[in-house]
C-alpha cells in the first residue's frame, strides 16, 4: 500500500496503486536493496533522481 500526495499519485506507474492524499506534504522516497548487491538500474535512477532535484533547487527553490 502506498499513500503518497496527489502530486505524487499519477507518476508512481502502472505496477503500483496509489492514493492520492489530497493537501498531503512533500513526499520522500525510500529505497532498499539487498547489502552487496549490483544494482545498475538503481544506480542510474538514484543518479537522475539527484540530477533533477538539484536541478529544480537551482530553478525554483524546490527539490
Given amino acids: 500500500m502506498v499513500v503518497v500526495g496527489e502530486s505524487a499519485a499519477s507518476r508512481v506507474g502502472d505496477a503500483v496503486v496509489a492514493v492520492p492524499v489530497v493537501g498531503q506534504t512533500g513526499s520522500t ?19 537522475t533522481a539527484k540530477h533533477v ?8 527553490g524546490t527539490a
Fill in 29 to 47: 522516497l525510500v529505497l532498499g536493496r539487498a547489502e552487496g548487491t549490483p544494482t545498475p538500474d538503481l544506480t542510474a535512477f538514484e543518479r
Fill in 53 to 60: 532535484a538539484a536541478r529544480r533547487l537551482a530553478t525554483d
